[in-house]
């Protein structure tokens, strides 16, 4: 039980800098980065517990999971390229100032 706690540790701890860094960054790219980090903490979350409970639910859901996340790293920085191609920042706040 002790090395479930020291996972279920390290996971909180990442998912709170994680959630840190989308609160206070203004670079597209750290926050991404940031959002990646909690989606980590929590397939670190899924493994711990499913080997805690002997089942394999945690491991297929992380699969899952990072597949998601690999299509969003696709989209996003296809995103960010085109949002670069038009404004030369990728800065949040320069993200009002679009229109369409």
């Known amino acids: 039980m002790d090395n479930l ?5 390290v996971s909180a701890v990442l998912f709170s800098i994680g959630t840190i860094g989308v609160l206070t ?3 597209a790219i750290v926050v991404f980065m940031c ?3 909690m ?8 493994v711990a517990l499913s080997r805690q409970l002997g089942n394999l639910d945690g491991q297929i859901f992380v699969f899952f999971i990072m597949t998601v ?13 085109a949002f670069f191609n038009n404004r030369e920042s990728i800065d949040i706040d320069d993200a009002n100032l679009m229109k369409w």
């Open 35 to 37: 959002i990646e980090l």
């Open 69 to 81: 996340a690999a299509a969003e790293a696709a989209v996003g920085l296809a995103l960010f390229i």
């Open 39 to 46: 989606l980590n903490a929590v397939n670190l979350t899924f």
């Open 5 to 9: 706690t020291n996972y279920l540790l």
């Open 25 to 27: 960054r203004k670079n």
